[in-house]
């Protein structure tokens, strides 16, 4: 097929960010200080080093390198409790039937995720074996809004970009959507993802003919 899907993990597929939330919320206890769901949007899309480091800029702390690397590692430790308890349950309204419709077209899909857990996340829920391709923390060396996540992506589809679709619901992942001049679609609040070139609250509103129109628009597809 000549158009491609690379999806974004945590907050597309899973709802995986209230176990980030919790992790972090149990170091910022440890240290002291209040953690909001508020604060955790900043943490969405973001890798988990730059997470930290935005975690105690709102605390406003300063600590040692190898405290910072005790801190990360014990934060995967407590996100880790939860994600290994995870089943296909927790898979986000409207996600299966978004694989299969891509399926039934011959439309291939990758992910592009930030996160390092990510393939044990997707097994966890019964989806690795259904994607073509994973990006995942491990294999870039640039974090989303960087664009390099997504450019291997379409390198995985060996697609150009532009025959690119991305879902993502974090800020920093639209910004890098765009910057690979991929067609972006915003998973959530429109008005968070108002960068996007199209908007949905989450992936049960796709309209069933979503992506007929981008294959019958062949060449012109943004
Ligand atoms: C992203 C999440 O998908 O992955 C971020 O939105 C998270 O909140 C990042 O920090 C890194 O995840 P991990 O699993 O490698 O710590
Ligand atoms: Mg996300």
Request: aromatic content about 4%.
């Given at each position: 097929n000549n158009i491609g899907v690379i999806f974004d993990l945590d907050?597309?597929?899973?709802?995986?960010a209230k176990y980030h939330f919790l992790a972090w919320k149990n170091l910022a206890d440890e240290l002291g200080f209040e953690f909001t769901e508020t604060h955790n949007e900043l943490l969405k899309g973001v890798s988990r080093v730059r997470s930290l480091e935005i975690l105690l800029g709102i605390g406003n702390v300063t600590i040692s390198e190898e405290k910072k690397q005790k801190y990360l590692v014990s934060k995967n430790k407590d996100y880790l409790d939860y994600i290994t308890k995870m089943?296909?349950?927790?898979?986000?309204?409207?996600a299966e039937k978004l694989l299969n419709t891509l399926d039934d077209l011959g439309i291939k899909y990758v992910l592009g995720s930030a996160s390092k857990n990510a393939p044990l996340i997707l097994k966890q829920v019964n989806?690795?074996?259904?994607?073509l391709g994973i990006v995942d923390g491990n294999s870039v060396s640039k974090a989303k809004p960087d664009p390099e996540v997504f450019l291997i992506g379409a390198k995985k589809l060996n697609?150009?970009?532009?025959k690119c679709i991305v879902f993502e619901d974090a800020i920093a992942g639209i910004e890098a959507a765009n910057k690979a001049n991929m067609i972006s679609i915003g998973v959530g609040d429109k008005k968070t993802l108002n960068k996007a070139n199209y908007n949905f609250n989450?992936?049960?509103?796709?309209?069933?003919h979503f992506f007929e129109k981008f294959l019958s628009e062949n060449n012109k597809i943004k």
């Open positions: 907050g597309v597929i899973v709802d995986t089943g296909p349950e927790e898979i986000l309204p409207g989806l690795l074996h259904r994607f697609l150009p970009p532009e989450n992936l049960t509103e796709i309209p069933e």
